[in-house]
């Protein structure tokens, strides 16, 4: 009989402390509030303009009506996302890079029928995520999996299509992207939308800078994502430049009770031109 030994899950120090934060940020009432929404619990960020009338009106239930336009804002954003997949079929399976609490997958689920795996760092957010699954009654075609999305132990060639919503500034990109198009089926979609450093400004700024000590995360700059997508034969078809269309969200947000102070560095980041908003569209050749 012949055994295999698994590598862990959290194979660095640095990736022990980034699952750490999601572990214990469990509290932090910005995404939890704004899932209690309608029950799509996401981590990430919102485009698109908001309705400012939510800032007039009674002051006792004002913090609720922004908070129900910021998780529209974010829930616009997932679905941007999920247009540029490409058509995707029932009989599809796609992957979530590194899925939060599942908000993403969920949607996918729900618009395509079709299978969703998602993998998380985050022991405590796979369990949340399952259970929201299992509340929707689609935990059989979606799965969330405490597991490194740098080695996903899922079946080469086996993905029509994978995103990353915000994970990528926590990886390596080589290493991730050599696994991607690995999962990925040729003509497979990979689309993306992150964060990321204007190499035209120099040097990381000082608000990326404070970005990246709040989230524990090393932002990348632009220039790496198309390098190491080209070394692993994924083909940009399409980028979108979303900065113009994230600065307003971040302007409500500084207007809301779940502020936590992070607002200032990234609008100052954006304003200035040192960081981008970007969605990059990637085929798997
Ligand atoms: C900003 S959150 C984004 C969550 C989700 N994509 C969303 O849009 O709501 C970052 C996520 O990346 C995950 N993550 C970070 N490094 C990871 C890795 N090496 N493998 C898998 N997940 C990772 C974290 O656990 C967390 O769930």
Redesign the pocket.
Known sequence: MTSTIESPVLRTNF?KS??EY?NTNRIDPVNLRLGEVDDL????YGVGEPDLSVLEGPADTRDERIIAELHRLESAQ?DLLLDHLGPIQPHHKLL?????????SIMANRRFGCEVDG????EY?VGFANEQAAKRKVADKVRFHF????ESKLETGSRQAIW????TM??DLQDLYREFARLLTFGGRYVCITGCANDVTGLRSKSVSRINEH?TCDIHPRSAYFRALADNGLVPINVIDLTAATIPYWELRAKSSVATGIEEPFLTAYKEGSFHYLMIVADRI
Request: no cysteine; glycine share 14%.
């Open positions: 990736e980034v699952a999601w619990y996401h981590h990430h997932a979530d890079g590194g899925s939060g609490r599942g908000g993403t993998v998380s760092i985050s957010q597991r490194n999305m740098l990353t919503n915000e994970t926590y990886v989230y």
